[in-house]
């Protein structure tokens, strides 16, 4: 199931928490060799302080399935922070979100395709319910083709390197065609992902985040 929780929410879950952690670990530091900080086998970084709203897909057994990060771009984020240069300068709009850390767990097997579009799914969730226009993002180069492969593929805005050393930023827009094609990859029905959403979040009041408008 899809899970909405801000990191002070997180804390609350120590099983999913650990386990999201040391995917990220697995996915960041071993798999694709980035340069981030593992301590204790978990991968955090400085914005996992500024208490974001993670998306994740919740294994029956309580751990993490997969999962994204989501902040405003009106407060500091990664990509105007050290990707600006990409994309000509910040991107600051209380109606643009930033998607990061999108990570799945080596676990998943089969299922990640699924699970993939599932947590899109509920980044389209969010973007449909606070009125927001774009997501935006970074991401290896390479993720552009199972974007495709989902039904939501970026608008590239910028991009650095080639090949395996290629890094985009990106816009996705959100609009309930895509929010139904999601859906339908990920196996859930759109009623089922709306009541989750509705049950996870005060949508007056999310902590740490303003509601666009």
């Known amino acids: 199931m899809l899970r909405y ?63 994204m990060r989501v902040m405003p771009t009106t407060a500091p984020c990664m990509v105007n922070d050290h990707f600006a240069h990409l994309t000509g ?40 319910n606070y009125g927001l226009r774009h997501a935006v993002g970074v991401f290896d180069g390479r993720m552009v083709r199972i974007y495709r492969a989902l039904g939501w593929a970026p608008e590239i805005v910028g991009e650095t390197g080639t090949g395996r050393e290629r890094i985009a930023v990106g816009l996705w827009e959100f609009d309930a065609a895509t929010r139904y094609r999601l859906a339908d990859r990920a196996g859930v029905s759109p009623a089922l992902s709306e009541l989750w959403f509705r049950r996870a979040l005060d949508m007056a009041a999310a902590p740490g985040l303003a509601k666009a408008g």
């Open 89 to 128: 300068g910040p991107i600051m709009s209380p109606l643009i979100w930033e998607s990061t850390r999108f990570c799945l767990s080596p676990r998943l097997g089969a299922k990640a395709g699924a699970v993939s579009a599932a947590i899109m799914l509920g980044g389209c969730e969010i973007g449909m």
């Open 5 to 67: 929780l801000t990191a002070q929410e997180l804390a609350q879950h120590p099983r999913l928490e650990r386990t999201m952690f040391e995917d990220r670990a697995t996915q960041f530091a071993t798999r694709l060799g980035w340069d981030v900080t593992v301590e204790d086998g978990q991968e955090r970084d400085a914005y996992d302080a500024m208490n974001p709203l993670y998306v994740i897909w919740q294994a029956p057994d309580g751990s993490h399935g997969g999962s």
